[in-house]
């Protein structure tokens, strides 16, 4: 029995909607209301958390952990342990390694080298077609039931909409999520940036709007054919926001995330061809960032996931349009975040709620799904969607934050082995984007259940 | 971190010549002034000067072109350089072999100027931030970005024949999206003050939000050439021939080929050019092409003095900042 007592944090809870000084008590890995008598106070390890925020640990709906595969970009052991600096303490990793993960034997190979890692819970998306080749259905039911709680297809796109629709129906009968980016490659058609004047001035090939709107339209009318739980990843426009306000207004079961940098940057900011802020999804014009801001506030975006692209620096030492896309994106994460309340004049309590419960809810659970009982066991070290709080009888993931600690975000302090951030080095973003937000934020303790992990 | 321009050296003189955007009036009036005075040097018997003698000059294509190196070649000979031709097209690149590979190789043979050409945007901007400091980069082409050498033989051609930019209507008819030609050529004219610029093509030909390049869009190429002073063709390359920018080359000709009938639309003394390669009977008919008013012909004349004019002030420039590294070491 182990049993830990946080005194004096302000504890924050979206799932619950409080905001309150109050003490936290934790034993064997779930909240309790106090310890039993003979758990006396002396036996319990405590953390003096003055000045601290104790809020549900952070999920991570996106990132890349590069492992197995490309572990010169980043290992299970170093991504998730930078992770848990970010305040996740569960990370959906991306499915596109190599192998992809399309079989249970790779479920299993992540599984173990995240638990000896002793970093963030790694919960792998399972890759819905066979190799990414978007032609075979993978065995979803079997990889569910191997702790792949939610399906996606990673950058690469489903160009055969017949297979879509399959694999929605598939998903369907078993109530498993999908997670789709909407992408149409022919309409990027090798496009490396946002098509506007910034690529035009800089000769960029631009990838349009269109490549984003058309492929969310195929998957809305695909949803409302199907019923299928769709989960919308890494939006970046203002016209795709409007397609999904009206999906989800006709009530069908769409959720959807946006990356954290896509809140912060424009298309901007590669003006001096920085490869650093070349990314799968470009950063797009300021009307676009204005609008994922506002879906953020009204709730038409449910999460906000790290997009974290870790990679070697040889990737990035290229021109632009040849350089690896992405950002790696953990040791930025917090501040970013709490950066998130003054600048979208946004509540706290709701800021977190995008990156714990609301999550949560996407990837909990649904009944009807086969085989439950062995998912209820897995449960046991996976991430416990079903209930994500801090009340009494809920699993212990928290992390406790310092709102004021100023950042340090020098390469030689981040703990990703990408260094491809353009934050690195970087203080404040009024030097980058113009808007005065300062880099405040760090995570001091990570909890998950109930055992400190950092 | 904030990047700045890369074409300025710690003294904020001019120490790359990467790009036209960024780039004030002065400094590309200066460039035409000095192109002028080498124009004299390309009429006599003994065409050399001795300006760049002991330099060595590095052509480093990594796309195909023989009119541009070989331009560059020339400019480099007649200031007295030592020249370089590396084919990079065919060779380690192919290899696999990464671009900063090369460029760390190609240091080491001593270089003091490179002319690059690549087929990424962007690509002269990242040599020119990754070379040794001593080392001055021109751009003669990447990708769909610049190509700032045309740009100023362009300039130079057209204030050869028009003198001031300030009433001048310039018409760039075709392929601006896929045109570092069209993209420079802007760049400059804005700066110099040309009073309207027009652009005139299908939609598949025009990059995004183009207005922002301070151009006017046409899409009626008889429209467009009404009152022009200055009529600029573009090359459409062979790729876009065969894609679904445009149907045919034939539609294209019909739709906004130059024509003697079209040309007569522009003010009488306006003069015609083209970047070329030409490619008669799809831009531009043959009799425009060779016709009075093509200048096309001169444009290739003066882009030996206008590269020898970029080169010598560049590598000028050059010069205080090896002497600044010589002081320190």
Request: net charge negative; hydrophobic share 40%.
């Given at each position: 029995?182990?049993?830990?007592?946080?005194?004096?944090?302000?504890?924050?809870?979206?799932?619950?909607?409080?905001?309150?000084?109050?003490?936290?008590?934790?034993?064997?890995?779930?909240?309790?209301?106090?310890?039993?008598?003979?758990?006396?106070?002396?036996?319990?390890?405590?953390?003096?958390?003055?000045?601290?925020?104790?809020?549900?640990?952070?999920?991570?709906?996106?990132?890349?952990?590069?492992?197995?595969?490309?572990?010169?970009?980043?290992?299970?052991?170093?991504?998730?342990?930078?992770?848990?600096?970010?305040?996740?303490?569960?990370?959906?990793?991306?499915?596109?390694?190599?192998?992809?993960?399309?079989?249970?034997?790779?479920?299993?190979l992540i599984k173990q080298k995240a638990v000896a890692a002793n970093g963030a819970r790694v919960s792998?998306?399972?890759?819905?077609?066979?190799?990414?080749?978007?032609?075979?259905?993978?065995?979803?039911?079997?990889?569910?039931?191997?702790?792949?709680?939610?399906?996606?297809?990673?950058?690469?796109?489903?160009?055969?909409?017949?297979?879509?629709?399959?694999?929605?129906?598939?998903?369907?009968?078993?109530?498993?999520?999908?997670?789709?980016?909407?992408?149409?490659?022919?309409?990027?058609?090798?496009?490396?940036?946002?098509?506007?004047?910034?690529?035009?001035?800089?000769?960029?090939?631009?990838?349009?709007?269109?490549?984003?709107?058309?492929?969310?339209?195929?998957?809305?009318?695909?949803?409302?054919?199907?019923?299928?739980?769709?989960?919308?990843?890494?939006?970046?426009?203002?016209?795709?926001?409007?397609?999904?306000?009206?999906?989800?207004?006709?009530?069908?079961?769409?959720?959807?995330?946006?990356?954290?940098?896509?809140?912060?940057?424009?298309?901007?900011?590669?003006?001096?061809?920085?490869?650093?802020?070349?990314?799968?999804?470009?950063?797009?014009?300021?009307?676009?960032?204005?609008?994922?801001?506002?879906?953020?506030?009204?709730?038409?975006?449910?999460?906000?996931?790290?997009?974290?692209?870790?990679?070697?620096?040889?990737?990035?030492?290229?021109?632009?349009?040849?350089?690896?896309?992405?950002?790696?994106?953990?040791?930025?994460?917090?501040?970013?975040?709490?950066?998130?309340?003054?600048?979208?004049?946004?509540?706290?309590?709701?800021?977190?709620?995008?990156?714990?419960?609301?999550?949560?809810?996407?990837?909990?659970?649904?009944?009807?799904?086969?085989?439950?009982?062995?998912?209820?066991?897995?449960?046991?070290?996976?991430?416990?969607?079903?209930?994500?709080?801090?009340?009494?009888?809920?699993?212990?993931?928290?992390?406790?934050?310092?709102?004021?600690?100023?950042?340090?975000?020098?390469?030689?302090?981040?703990?990703?082995?990408?260094?491809?951030?353009?934050?690195?080095?970087?203080?404040?973003?009024?030097?980058?984007?113009?808007?005065?937000?300062?880099?405040?934020?760090?995570?001091?303790?990570?909890?998950?259940?109930?055992?400190?992990?950092? | 971190?904030?990047?700045?321009?890369?074409?300025?050296?710690?003294?904020?003189?001019?120490?790359?010549?990467?790009?036209?955007?960024?780039?004030?009036?002065?400094?590309?009036?200066?460039?035409?002034?000095?192109?002028?005075?080498?124009?004299?040097?390309?009429?006599?018997?003994?065409?050399?000067?001795?300006?760049?003698?002991?330099?060595?000059?590095?052509?480093?294509?990594?796309?195909?072109?023989?009119?541009?190196?070989?331009?560059?070649?020339?400019?480099?000979?007649?200031?007295?350089?030592?020249?370089?031709?590396?084919?990079?097209?065919?060779?380690?690149?192919?290899?696999?072999?990464?671009?900063?590979?090369?460029?760390?190789?190609?240091?080491?043979?001593?270089?003091?100027?490179?002319?690059?050409?690549?087929?990424?945007?962007?690509?002269?901007?990242?040599?020119?931030?990754?070379?040794?400091?001593?080392?001055?980069?021109?751009?003669?082409?990447?990708?769909?970005?610049?190509?700032?050498?045309?740009?100023?033989?362009?300039?130079?051609?057209?204030?050869?024949?028009?003198?001031?930019?300030?009433?001048?209507?310039?018409?760039?008819?075709?392929?601006?999206?896929?045109?570092?030609?069209?993209?420079?050529?802007?760049?400059?004219?804005?700066?110099?003050?040309?009073?309207?610029?027009?652009?005139?093509?299908?939609?598949?030909?025009?990059?995004?939000?183009?207005?922002?390049?301070?151009?006017?869009?046409?899409?009626?190429?008889?429209?467009?050439?009404?009152?022009?002073?200055?009529?600029?063709?573009?090359?459409?390359?062979?790729?876009?021939?065969?894609?679904?920018?445009?149907?045919?080359?034939?539609?294209?000709?019909?739709?906004?080929?130059?024509?003697?009938?079209?040309?007569?639309?522009?003010?009488?003394?306006?003069?015609?050019?083209?970047?070329?390669?030409?490619?008669?009977?799809?831009?531009?008919?043959?009799?425009?092409?060779?016709?009075?008013?093509?200048?096309?012909?001169?444009?290739?004349?003066?882009?030996?003095?206008?590269?020898?004019?970029?080169?010598?002030?560049?590598?000028?420039?050059?010069?205080?900042?090896?002497?600044?590294?010589?002081?320190?070491?």
């Amino acid at each position: 029995m182990t049993h830990l007592r946080i005194d004096n944090a302000r504890v924050i809870d979206p799932a619950n909607k409080l905001d309150e000084r109050r003490t936290l008590f934790i034993s064997d890995g779930v909240f309790v209301d106090q310890f039993d008598r003979e758990q006396c106070d002396d036996d319990a390890q405590v953390i003096d958390a003055k000045g601290l925020i104790a809020c549900p640990g952070f999920i991570d709906m996106y990132a890349r952990l590069r492992e197995p595969g490309f572990t010169r970009k980043g290992t299970i052991a170093s991504e998730s342990t930078a992770a848990l600096k970010a305040g996740f303490t569960t990370v959906f990793c991306a499915p596109d390694t190599h192998p992809v993960i399309d079989s249970s034997a790779t479920v299993e190979l992540i599984k173990q080298k995240a638990v000896a890692a002793n970093g963030a819970r790694v919960s792998p998306i399972a890759a819905f077609t066979a190799g990414l080749e978007g032609k075979l259905l993978s065995e979803l039911a079997t990889l569910y039931n191997a702790g792949c709680l939610i399906a996606g297809h990673a950058d690469h796109p489903v160009t055969d909409t017949g297979v879509l629709l399959s694999t929605m129906e598939y998903a369907s009968s078993f109530n498993i999520p999908l997670m789709i980016r909407p992408f149409d490659p022919a309409i990027a058609s090798g496009g490396c940036a946002h098509d506007g004047a910034i690529a035009t001035r800089l000769g960029l090939p631009g990838i349009p709007v269109a490549a984003e709107t058309v492929a969310l339209a195929r998957l809305i009318e695909l949803c409302t054919s199907t019923g299928c739980h769709l989960h919308i990843s890494r939006l970046s426009s203002a016209r795709a926001i409007e397609l999904l306000r009206s999906a989800k207004k006709k009530g069908l079961p769409i959720t959807a995330d946006v990356g954290i940098h896509h809140l912060y940057f424009t298309d901007e900011q590669i003006k001096h061809y920085d490869a650093n802020y070349h990314s799968a999804v470009p950063f797009r014009s300021v009307d676009d960032r204005a609008a994922l801001r506002d879906a953020l506030r009204d709730g038409t975006l449910d999460a906000i996931c790290s997009d974290h692209a870790p990679h070697d620096n040889d990737a990035k030492l290229a021109p632009f349009p040849s350089s690896a896309t992405g950002l790696s994106a953990f040791d930025a994460f917090a501040p970013l975040l709490f950066g998130l309340p003054d600048l979208l004049d946004m509540p706290l309590i709701d800021v977190i709620g995008k990156v714990t419960c609301e999550p949560a809810a996407i990837v909990a659970p649904k009944e009807v799904v086969p085989n439950n009982d062995k998912l209820a066991a897995i449960q046991t070290d996976l991430l416990d969607a079903r209930s994500y709080s801090l009340a009494v009888g809920s699993q212990a993931d928290l992390v406790l934050i310092d709102p004021q600690a100023h950042a340090n975000l020098s390469a030689e302090n981040m703990i990703s082995l990408g260094k491809n951030s353009p934050l690195a080095g970087v203080t404040s973003l009024t030097e980058i984007t113009g808007e005065d937000v300062a880099l405040r934020g760090q995570v001091i303790h990570s909890i998950i259940a109930g055992r400190l992990r950092a | 971190m904030r990047r700045s321009d890369p074409q300025f050296n710690q003294f904020h003189k001019l120490h790359h010549f990467l790009s036209i955007d960024g780039l004030d009036k002065a400094t590309l009036t200066h460039i035409l002034d000095t192109a002028e005075g080498f124009t004299s040097v390309n009429d006599k018997s003994i065409k050399n000067v001795p300006l760049l003698r002991g330099k060595t000059v590095a052509n480093l294509f990594f796309e195909n072109s023989t009119r541009t190196r070989t331009a560059f070649e020339l400019a480099a000979k007649r200031l007295s350089a030592d020249i370089l031709n590396i084919d990079l097209v065919s060779s380690s690149t192919k290899k696999g072999e990464s671009l900063l590979d090369t460029l760390r190789v190609l240091e080491s043979l001593q270089s003091d100027m490179f002319v690059v050409r690549h087929s990424d945007s962007g690509a002269a901007d990242f040599i020119a931030r990754h070379v040794a400091p001593t080392i001055n980069v021109v751009n003669g082409g990447d990708g769909q970005h610049a190509h700032p050498t045309q740009a100023m033989l362009d300039m130079f051609t057209i204030r050869r024949h028009k003198g001031a930019f300030e009433n001048l209507t310039v018409v760039i008819i075709g392929d601006i999206k896929h045109s570092r030609v069209a993209r420079s050529g802007i760049a400059a004219l804005v700066t110099l003050g040309a009073k309207e610029i027009r652009v005139v093509g299908p939609q598949t030909l025009m990059p995004a939000d183009v207005e922002s390049l301070g151009v006017r869009v046409y899409r009626d190429i008889d429209k467009a050439l009404i009152d022009a002073d200055v009529v600029m063709g573009l090359r459409l390359q062979n790729e876009r021939m065969t894609s679904a920018t445009i149907p045919s080359t034939g539609e294209f000709f019909k739709t906004y080929g130059l024509t003697p009938e079209r040309m007569r639309l522009a003010k009488p003394d306006a003069i015609v050019m083209h970047p070329g390669p030409t490619n008669r009977g799809v831009e531009i008919e043959a009799s425009v092409a060779d016709g009075e008013q093509s200048v096309i012909l001169q444009q290739v004349t003066y882009g030996i003095a206008v590269r020898m004019a970029v080169m010598s002030i560049i590598m000028g420039h050059g010069e205080e900042v090896r002497e600044a590294e010589m002081s320190q070491a």
